[in-house]
């Protein structure tokens, strides 16, 4: 999978937005963009992904520019409950999914 | 519950002894994942299987660990021998082989191992 590269950590506050960006230089034309979310003691949870443009789902938003060459993925009005780890996962059709160290997210009142 | 399940959540050990972790997928899913995780690290990948066949093994896995999964359903880890370096998080994951979304996989809550 091609390797990407993210914040180590980012701070927010309760309701604001907030962006953690990835760069992913190597992306191949088959790959896809994959977020997932980690909680502390917790197995990861899968997010969205995306191949091109904006994906939306009911949880983050993925914006995708046309080289590919990054991704942004969009957490609106964050809460409490968003601190975790996001890990942003590049690649196509695979059997084994491959992590960074990801992005600490510490949400603050 | 319809997840991932592992039993058990937490295990401590001594060095030398040996564990074994069990894993229960989603039913429906067809290929199972083992990883490891160490504080502060991302997930490492250590092996997979599709049914019951073993398709894939990570360099990280020695030779003190085996995984089986003897009829497709369940899974188990085994590590003989353990040693302190292999404390870590256990996670387990489960998906459809011929899932829509690429790259989605169920994890379970993981299993903690200490050895001391």
């Known amino acids: 999978l091609a390797k990407t590269t993210q914040p180590i950590s980012m701070d927010s506050y309760e309701g604001q937005e907030v962006n953690i960006t990835c760069s992913h230089n190597n992306i191949a034309t088959n790959d896809y963009i994959t977020w997932y979310q980690q909680f502390p003691s917790q197995g990861p949870r899968f997010i969205i992904q995306?191949?091109?443009t904006k994906v939306t789902n009911e949880v983050a938003s993925l914006f995708i520019p046309a080289d590919r060459k990054s991704s942004t993925l969009s957490l609106p009005r964050v809460s409490l409950s968003d601190t975790a780890v996001y890990y942003c996962l590049v690649g196509g059709r695979t059997d084994k999914l491959i992590f960074g160290t990801g992005t600490r997210l510490q949400v603050f009142p | 519950d319809t997840g991932v399940s592992q039993d058990p959540r937490h295990k401590i050990t001594k060095r030398g002894q040996n564990v074994t972790f069990r894993c229960d997928p989603i039913?429906?899913?067809?290929?199972l994942y083992w990883y490891r995780q160490t504080l502060g690290q991302g997930p490492e990948f250590l092996t997979y299987?599709?049914?019951?066949?073993?398709?894939?093994k990570s360099r990280l896995l020695s030779d003190r660990f085996s995984a089986e999964r003897p009829k497709g359903s369940f899974s188990t880890l085994e590590i003989q021998r353990t040693e302190q370096g292999d404390s870590a998080m256990y996670l387990c994951?489960?998906?459809?082989?011929?899932?829509?979304?690429?790259?989605?996989?169920?994890f379970g809550p993981g299993t903690r191992l200490t050895v001391l």
């Open positions: 994951a489960s998906s459809q082989g011929l899932a829509r979304t690429y790259n989605e996989q169920f």
């Open positions: 299987f599709q049914n019951e066949a073993q398709l894939e």
């Open positions: 995306g191949y091109k």
């Open positions: 039913s429906e899913h067809n290929r």
